[in-house]
Every structure is written in C-alpha cells, then in structure tokens.
C-alpha cells in the first residue's frame, strides 16, 4: 500500500528514470523502497524531480499525461507491480489501430 494514500498494496507504482525513486501513481509520493521506513525519507516527486508535474490523483496525472503540453519524464514499469498509465496508454494504443478485418 502507498505509504501517504489508499492505493493498493503492490499497485501503482512506476519508477522515475532520472531519481531511481518508485513513484505512487495515485498521489505523486516517491521513494527509494516501499517500506514503513521510507515514509520518513520520501517526498512528492515534483518536489524532488522538478520535471514532474503536481498531481493528486491517477486521473490528474493522466490528464495531464494526455491534454497538457507538459512533457512527462521518463518512467518505466517497476518489477511486476501494474502501473494504471501505462495500462491507459496501452489501451489508448490499442483503440487507435485501425481494424484490417
């Protein structure tokens, strides 16, 4: 579970390319590990990665993702834990190809 919300445990969580922090999708607060200790240690990701933006939930974040000219920093999946944007972004992919039935 996110250690500043009520995301699940083991869910939602990517991590940041530039910091190494694993960053809950749900409310923006990064860290370096999930653990009870780390709540103590992290901060908001835009606070500590300038090029994030501030959100405060998976649907402003996405829609910032998706309507804004805000350049997201590079992230990627983090071990096997499902991340909902780049489920999204898949799932916006997939719409958008045209069917060659």
Known sequence: MCLKCSAPPNRYYVQDCATGLL???ECGFAVRRITGEAL????YIWIL?????E???FEELFGIMVGSDH???AFIQYGM?????LTAVLDMAFRQVPDVH
Not at 40 to 43: C, F, V
Not at 49 to 53: E, G, I, K, T
Not at 81 to 85: A, T
């Open 23 to 25: 960053v809950c999708e």
């Open 40 to 43: 103590q240690t992290g901060d």
């Open 49 to 53: 990665n300038a090029d994030w933006p």
């Open 55 to 57: 959100f405060h939930s």
């Open 71 to 73: 350049p997201m920093p």
């Open 81 to 85: 834990i499902p991340s909902r944007v």
